[in-house]
Structures are given as C-alpha cells and as structure tokens.
C-alpha cells in the first residue's frame, strides 16, 4: 500500500512528510489521488524486472508530469537504481534529462551493502536528498498565524476523526480569523493543505461534503479494496454494497495508531 511517515531534517526546521507508494501494477491507478505539485519526487528502479531500466522511468516520470506539476513547472526528480549489485541499472541519462529536464541526478545503490562498498554512494545521496528537500522548503509559503493556527488544529483532529465537514472547516477559519474571500483566503489555504498532505480534499466529487482528515484513512481504504477476495473474483467491479461490506468488516489502525472507522455512509 502506501506508508506516510515524518522526518525532522537535520540541521534544518524542515518536516519532510514521507510518501511511500507500492510499486505493483494493480495499485498503480491509485497514486493519482494522492500525487501533489511542490513535490520531491524520488524514483526506486528495479534493473531485475523484465521491463527496461529506461521504460520504467519513462512511465513514472510521465506520471508526476501528469499528477505532480503545478503551472507548467515539474517537481525534482532523483533516481535510484535499487540492487545495483545484482544488477545494474544502466540508464540513458542523456535522453531522459533531455526529456524531463526535472531529473537531478541517478544514484546508483545497494540497500545491504549501504555500510560497505556503496557506502559513497548513499553519502552523495544523502548529501543531496538534504539539498533538495531544503530547496523545496525555501521555496514554500509563509503560513501567517491564523493560517498555521488551523494547520495545527487539523493535525490534531486528526488522531481523533478521519473526517471534517466543510461547514466546520469554514467555522474554524472563521474563529482563527483566515479570510473569506481574498489574498491568502480559505480557498487558498485549503488547496496549500492539501498538497502538503495534511488534508486530502477533491473539489470534483460534488457529493463529498466532508475533506478527508486523515490521509491514512483513504490509503488503507484504497488497498483494503484493492486486494480484497472480492474484488479479485469480481475482476475489479464492486457494487456499492460490497464495499461497504469489505470496508466495514473491522476497524484498523493506521500506523500512528489511529483508529480507522469505514462506517455505510462513507462508502460512497
């Protein structure tokens, strides 16, 4: 499925949010409700599959061009060649900057020989990956305090329900004194929010009235269906009242240790 885990930069006042998506090809529909603009994008290669190192990357970068861009301009991509001493990845660094020009670099490395031979290699990484999360940072928007007041608010809420209503959200602006209409409004914030991943939020679905607090929520959702009996019999076609069946068999836990609730009205 797809972990979320945070990570205090060092030496910096960054907290990077850590995406981690499956890589199988049944999940692979998914990541677009969660791929975001404003993004580091870092791509895993596998040089043991049967599709090429190039075919490979080719498909993931079109991906963020697709679902991670903003205005025109590409989140930063690193690539990884993964098992690199079983088999190396050989890329065409050439004809892929040529084509994405937001590829910074290709790292070769070995996640078992990470203290051994390849330990240069994950150094340069290392090196790098703090640089371009920190230009990413440099790059962000200033929260003014009623902005980074319901920021915190949300988070909070967030151990504790997986859902708020807009009205609520609106009211919270409203008491925290975030402007209706205007420069740096609730409109803005909200799209801001969602791209951080604090709240997932989907303008297009007119009958969710609700944002979805707790990103876990959908994820552990999502790949509950995903890989369910049932869905695997019915080769991919669930009637409403399978899903609400699968979803609302148990509750689970994300991995904060949240209760996660897949009540009938929610299904939709």
Same mark, same amino acid.
């Given at each position: 499925?797809? #972990?979320?885990?945070?990570?205090? $930069?060092?030496?910096? #006042? ?6 981690? /998506?499956?890589?199988? $090809? ?17 791509? $895993? ?10 075919? &490979?990357? %080719? ?17 930063? $991509? ?6 690199? #001493? ?35 290699? /994950? ?29 915190? %608010? ?8 997986? /859902? ?10 409203? #008491?925290?004194?975030?402007?209706? &209409? ?19 939020? /989907? ?25 369910? %009996?049932?869905? &695997? &019999? ?35």
């Amino acid at each position: 499925g797809i #972990d979320i885990l945070d990570w205090q $930069v060092p030496d910096s #006042d960054i907290t990077a949010h850590f995406w981690d /998506f499956g890589g199988q $090809v049944m999940a692979h529909a998914t990541h677009q409700f969660f791929l975001r603009s404003q993004c580091l994008y870092i791509l $895993v290669l596998d040089g043991r599959t049967e599709i090429n190192a190039n075919e &490979q990357a %080719e498909y993931w970068l079109d991906h963020v061009r697709a679902f991670g861009s903003d205005s025109g301009s590409d989140s930063p $991509v690193m690539l990884i060649g993964n098992k690199a #001493d079983l088999c190396p990845v050989n890329l065409d660094m050439a004809r892929l900057r040529d084509k994405h020009p937001n590829v910074t670099d290709f790292y070769p490395l070995s996640c078992t020989q990470y203290r051994a031979d390849y330990a240069p290699h /994950f150094q340069r990484f290392r090196v790098d990956l703090l640089q371009q999360i920190r230009a990413v940072g440099m790059h962000g928007i200033r929260f003014l305090k009623p902005h980074f007041t319901v920021l915190q %608010e949300l988070i909070s809420r967030s151990g504790r329900d997986s /859902f708020l209503r807009k009205s609520a959200y609106e009211s919270l602006c409203k #008491d925290k004194g975030v402007a209706e &209409q205007g420069d740096l409004d609730r409109g803005w914030l909200l799209d801001l929010l969602d791209k951080l991943g604090v709240v997932l939020h /989907f303008p297009d679905i007119a009958d969710l009235d609700s944002l979805i607090l707790n990103p876990r929520w959908l994820t552990y959702g999502v790949y509950r269906l995903l890989y369910s %009996e049932a869905a &695997q &019999q019915a080769e991919g076609r669930l009637k409403e009242q399978e899903v609400i069946s699968i979803l609302s068999r148990r509750e689970v836990d994300d991995n904060l240790g949240n209760s996660l609730s897949y009540t009938p009205d929610k299904a939709g």
